[in-house]
């Protein structure tokens, strides 16, 4: 039997039993080392797994590869069968993926369902996919051959995931590679591997193949990366998390010509223009700030307003932000919870205070809240210029700077004046000019007169520093895809 945990919910009866294991050729593998999981909301560990070691890595990719000429090879529509399989038990097993998130990521239950029913939106649309991936036949240019362009799976493929969206990127990584055909490890990020260690579960029951998805928790992911990307068999990685360590991916996939897609960091303008609905730009920002407690990538970090509604939507947001109630995750009402560590939120206290000495003027919070757990208060700032050291940054806090400006052109140069390319959002009235400012955003996704915006039909990801590739929408297979092309003699 795999060594488990049970994990109580607090405050409910409600428990669950999680293997605490890898997940390696359909086998779990239990180790004598072993890392903590942390209650970001009390600071206590509540739960322990194995931590693998690149000799594991290197066993999960012997696996992998063994297994995909086979899951390569089995009909499209049973593969997407095979996904459809994963996504019931997903929904049955739903509550426990609710609890565990908001364990081991610190959100409010609320947005732990929301995340729950966008993965199994985007597991669903990935595992309709699997029989629509398409080619072409055509003549070539002298008319003296046909050229077939196809596709097949790019290979065995390792899929890194960071801890703010435990499941949701897990989940849509998994599921493109399933329906794709390739074999894959998923190395979950060390703060939320219960979530992940379920959904492996999950796949296992649902019936897919030893081998095909292999699951590696480990404390020491360099190691694990600098052993995989080194291995010629690994043919494609799927990062999603920091730009330093997807600049280190990018460099690691050059030596084998690894294929690389990366989801990383933003710093999203907010846009105001002076012909918004100010209560619905209000309302949207409101989201698009404090939801994770501002430690999401598309996580609005510069909000910039147009002078004349400046005023009136400052007053307005700072009277939902003092409404917001702080507290665990799994305390009815709470709107936001905890930060995931005390590392993070040391570092967001001090930009902060640094911050208000010299730039800006605190009309919220600003500090860290005392008692256990790593809460941070929801902050409002005013900034007093650009700042530029500080607006350069993605703060991934629940901290909002408002900065006013006094002109479209003004705001687009600001906007644009970062290394991150990841979302923007825009409020305006005005359709022409909510298009023709989209096309001057240096971003891959901008949301118009809303503050939510991921979808599993749309192409999520970023350009400049925030990424490369796409997650979803009409290209989500292309990813995990290469193109083959057969010249065929016809004369
Ligand atoms: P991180 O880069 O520190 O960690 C992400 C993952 O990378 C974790 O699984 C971690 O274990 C692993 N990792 C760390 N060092 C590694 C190494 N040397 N080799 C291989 N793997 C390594 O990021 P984080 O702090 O967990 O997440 C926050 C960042 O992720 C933010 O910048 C955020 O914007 C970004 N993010 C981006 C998206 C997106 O879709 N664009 C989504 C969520 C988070």
Redesign the pocket.
Known sequence: MPRTTTVNFPGSARHHTIPTGLHVNGEWIDLEDTFDVVDPATGEAFASVSDGTKAHARAALDAAHAAQTSWADLAPRVRGDLAHAVHRLLIERADAFIDLMVLESGKPRSEAIGEMALTLDFVKWLAEQAAHVHGSFSRGSRGNFRIIATTQPVGPSLL??????PLL?PGRKVAAALAAGCTAIL?????TPLTSALLMQTIVDAGIPPGVINLVHTTR??E??TELMGDQRLRKVS????????S??MSQAARNIISVQL????NSPFIVLDDADVQTAVAECVAAKFRNAG????AANRIILQRRIAEEFTELFVDEVRKLVVGPGYRQGVDVGPMISEKQRHAISRTVEKVSAEKADALVGGKPIGGDGYFFEPTVLAMRDTAPEFSCQ?L?APVAPLYVVDSIDEAVAFANATRYG?AAYLFTRNISRAVCISDRLDVGMVGVNRGLMADPAAP???IKS??LGR?GGQHALEDFLETKYIALTTD
């Open positions: 890194i995931s960071p801890w703010n969206f990127v190395k979950p990020a060390e703060q992911p360099g694990l990366s990062f999603t998390g920091s730009i330093s360590v997807g280190l991916m989801e990383l960091g933003g430690q999401a990538c598309v993605e991934f990841l999520f990801g970023g925030s990424g997650e």
